[in-house]
């Protein structure tokens, strides 16, 4: 029984919380988070969904995301997120998003990381990942054309692999 934390349409902490699945009233949003972990070679970390997890069953997605869970800040679920589903440690308590999308019921925060790792360290939840494996910014959206990815905007998948050295939208 997930619990979440509702905020105004402005992102300020409401007193009041919902079990996932509630309904919500049209001034009520939550908080969702998204890591997108890139190599130093500048491919990205991606997750293949399980075929018995509800939406986008067997589909392939960024490195992680999920709901916020009440009394995290995004840092925390980000970080909660992360290890749960991959099993790795990260500590984004010293960072900020790269940025915010607003969906039509909560805030979507992406989290743009560089880190190397061994794929063979990976500690996958079963519930929820059923493989993993690095991808180019090509690989990605030849998999969304495929119609297997998460139908994100491509925009969105070239965004990430060029905004993940900087904050802003902005070159420098």
Request: charged fraction near 30%; hydrophobic fraction near 35%.
């Amino acid at each position: 029984m997930e619990k979440w934390d509702l905020y105004d349409k402005h992102r300020n902490k409401v007193q009041k919380q919902i079990t996932r699945g509630d309904e919500m009233t049209s001034d009520e949003f939550h908080l969702v988070v998204h890591v997108c972990i890139f190599n130093s070679k500048g491919e990205m970390l991606i997750q293949q969904r399980q075929p018995f997890k509800q939406g986008w069953a067997n589909l392939w997605d960024i490195t992680c995301g999920g709901s916020a869970v009440a009394g995290d800040t995004s840092q925390q679920a980000a970080s909660r997120e992360l290890f749960e589903e991959l099993g790795i440690h990260y500590n984004f308590e010293k960072i900020r998003p790269q940025f915010t999308i607003n969906f039509e019921r909560g805030f979507d925060d992406y989290y743009l990381i560089e880190y190397d790792f061994d794929l063979n360290e990976l500690a996958l939840q079963t519930e929820e990942v059923q493989a993993a494996k690095w991808a180019s910014k090509e690989e990605i959206l030849e998999l969304i054309k495929l119609k297997k990815f998460i139908p994100y905007y491509e925009s969105i998948i070239a965004f990430l692999f060029e905004g993940r050295h900087h904050y802003g939208s902005i070159r420098s």
